[in-house]
């Protein structure tokens, strides 16, 4: 078992920068692929971001290239979300999912893809 737990999420002005992070406990997080997802009020779930177990493989979906950075620290058991030059349309609960992995630069972008999720932490971006 995986537990995990987000912070960071909050209000902020368009422009703005947030950094999340999905604290895990339980069974080894560094055994962990890591995805973030987030949904919006009446869309559908969507993927953010992705990194392997051994941080050497890391994926973003397409729209979100150079404004979002994900990062691991193993040693704290713990997975960030560096969010920069925010726009209300990244208004969203964040999530973040875990799933343990043999080979160290497996990920995957798809969300049925993890077994272990966080409640998720609530992101509005002002305009």
């Known amino acids: 078992q995986v537990q995990l737990v987000e912070s960071g999420g909050g209000l902020v002005q368009a422009g703005g920068s947030l950094r999340l992070s999905c604290a895990a406990s339980g069974r080894t997080f560094s055994s962990c692929a890591v995805g973030w997802f987030r949904q919006a009020p009446g869309k559908e779930r969507e993927f953010v971001a992705a990194i392997s177990k051994n941080g050497g493989n890391i994926r973003y979906a397409d729209s979100l290239k150079g404004r979002f950075t994900i990062s691991r620290d193993n040693a704290n058991n713990t997975v960030y979300l560096q969010m920069s030059s925010l726009k209300p349309e990244d208004t969203a609960v964040y999530s973040c999912?875990?799933?343990?992995?043999?080979?160290?630069?497996?990920?995957?972008?798809?969300?049925?893809?993890?077994?272990?999720w966080g409640q998720g932490t609530r992101v509005t971006v002002s305009s």
């Open positions: 999912a875990a799933q343990p992995t043999t080979y160290g630069t497996l990920l995957n972008s798809n969300y049925g893809w993890y077994d272990y």
